[in-house]
């Protein structure tokens, strides 16, 4: 799944923050972060959880948007 961030000054923030919650990112472009769906997952699963898990990580910074787009 792919993460925008609307500043790309977080992008960085919210890769290592997704790391350390056990998910395999990497960011693939400036305002742009990759997460990797666990084989034990749906889709839907996983874009369920990783939802809530951005929710979470947005409401510690105000201003910034981070939502899933692919």
């Known amino acids: ?9 977080f992008v ?7 790391k ?3 998910y395999s990112a990497s960011q ?4 742009t ?3 990797t769906i666990p084989p034990s997952a749906t889709i839907e699963q996983a874009r369920l959880h990783l939802g809530f898990y951005l929710a ?3 409401a510690r910074h105000p ?6 787009v692919r």
């Open 12 to 18: 960085y923030d919210l890769l290592a923050s997704l």
């Open 1 to 9: 799944m792919v993460v925008h961030v609307s500043n790309p000054a």
């Open 56 to 58: 979470n990580w947005r």
């Open 63 to 68: 201003g910034i948007v981070a939502d899933i």
């Open 28 to 31: 693939t472009g400036e305002t």
């Open 20 to 22: 350390r919650a056990n």
């Open 33 to 35: 972060v990759e997460v």
